[in-house]
């Protein structure tokens, strides 16, 4: 039996050769390992526990914030058909996001839509990390963005409270969030939307959430006609205090809507919060003042109307504006909006039925066109995002720049959507249903 050995001199000869590139390998591998854990995302407890709070808070504003607002401002026979809308959009939309909507928002794709990367949430993980998302789990990213994809349609509805069938707002609203939201939500806020490389400043939904839902109320309020009755017969809010319950709810829940798409918990939700205060304030006063002035009295649905117009028209400014630039915002939306929504709705003749055009469409480009006045490098930390007050005029033009192309595919594929509705299955409920309510003929229940 013969054995094979290394002789001492061979083996000698050949150990720090080896020793040396060993040692060299796991260096190498070392800086690889390191540079690799430098580079991948990193998920922070504090921003992911902001982040879930803040999602709770944008759900809550559609159920039950926007479910009570125009609950309580319809009439007794339609609010239970009101309020079901808002649960029913919520319900509707989460799928719609989690099959196609967000993977077409936020996966690259092209710049007027994302791919299907992300379809029925396909390869999201507990682990993954959306590159917009930072330092949060990619499903709480996905869910917060969801959030605000349920609440914009769901701001629709009010244009056409008390007429639409409900069969048909479901086929509406499914169309409509893929058609128009998804793709526009990518245009501004996609890793290659066209509207965010091109400078376009929307912190948290000024075009994407309020001027996307106005104009789609103003097209299907004009499409769908005026509610039987318009002009001649009384349509109070039913029950004031539901309304002003469900716009305090909207009041708290925007704080996780704008402080929210800081997308951590620092500074810049800081500074996002304190301006959505200052603003939603001056606009409820604002509006407050100019009912005064023009009726001889201050209403309770002014004031909370103006609360709103204040938070549509900081939302796309509360990332970029001080708060001195907050409080004019708030201030010029409260008295615009307030004339939008009773001088320029009689002139043009429309029937807007809870001034969804008037608050989120005429705030939201209010809001947005003052972004480019107000932004400033002191508050972004980047002069590329600064407005003409830190003399960048042409930031203003960029804002219209963004304010037009979102005028323009919402109206059309709204337009679109709602005549093929109608052939298929009819949008207005018969007028017997309108003129005894809405309540029992469709869901078969009353208020008592």
């Not at 990193?42 to 982040?51: M, P, V, Y």
């Not at 919060?273 to 006063?285: K, N, P, Y």
Request: aromatic residues 8%; contains cysteine.
């Amino acid at each position: 039996m013969t054995s094979w050995r290394l002789s001492p001199r061979r083996a000698g000869a050949g150990l720090p050769a080896a020793l040396a590139a060993a040692l060299m390998s796991a260096s190498a591998w070392a800086q690889a390992a390191a540079s690799d854990a430098a580079a991948a995302p990193k998920i922070d407890s504090g921003d992911t526990a902001w982040l879930l709070t803040a999602t709770a808070l944008v759900l809550m504003m559609t159920i039950p914030g926007v479910a009570l607002f125009y609950g309580g401002m319809v009439r007794k026979m339609n609010v239970l058909a009101t309020m079901m809308q808002s649960f029913a959009v919520t319900c509707l939309v989460t799928i719609i996001w989690m099959v196609l909507g967000y993977s077409l928002a936020f996966t690259e794709g092209t710049a007027i839509v994302g791919g299907l990367e992300r379809a029925f949430l396909r390869g999201l993980g507990p682990d993954s990390v959306h590159p917009a998302a930072g330092t949060i789990p990619e499903s709480v990213f996905m869910t917060f963005q969801m959030t605000f994809a349920i609440i914009t349609p769901a701001l629709i509805c009010g244009a056409f409270a008390d007429r639409m069938k409900f069969s048909a707002l479901l086929l509406f609203i499914g169309a409509w969030s893929l058609v128009v939201y998804s793709p526009i939500a990518h245009w501004v806020w996609g890793p290659d939307g066209f509207l965010g490389g091109a400078g376009v400043l929307d912190f948290a939904g000024g075009t994407v959430v309020h001027i996307n839902s106005g104009i789609a109320g103003l097209v299907a309020a004009i499409v769908l006609g005026k509610r039987r009755g318009y002009g001649t017969e009384m349509f109070a809010p039913h029950n004031l205090v539901l309304s002003t319950v469900g716009a305090s709810l909207l009041w708290v829940g925007w704080f996780g809507f704008n402080a929210g798409s800081a997308v951590s918990a620092g500074g810049a939700a800081g500074m996002a919060m304190a301006v959505t205060q200052v603003a939603t304030a001056a606009g409820a006063l604002s509006w407050m003042a100019a009912e005064w002035i023009a009726r001889g009295k201050p209403s309770v649905l002014g004031i909370i109307s103006g609360a709103v117009a204040g938070l549509v028209a900081i939302t796309p400014a509360a990332g970029f504006v001080d708060p001195t630039g907050a409080l004019v915002i708030g201030l010029v939306a409260g008295v615009v909006c307030c004339w939008a929504s009773t001088s320029l709705k009689k002139m043009l003749g429309y029937d807007d039925s809870l001034d969804v055009f008037g608050v989120h469409g005429v705030g939201g480009i209010a809001g947005a066109v003052l972004t480019g006045v107000f932004a400033t490098a002191a508050i972004t930390g980047d002069p590329a995002k600064a407005g003409l007050i830190d003399g960048n005029a042409a930031q203003i033009l960029t804002q219209l720049y963004g304010i037009v192309f979102t005028i323009v595919w919402c109206a059309i594929g709204t337009f679109v959507i709602l005549k093929i509705v109608d052939v298929l299955i009819g949008l207005r409920v018969d007028e017997e249903v309108e003129r005894d309510g809405m309540d029992l003929a469709l869901h078969g229940e009353v208020v008592q």
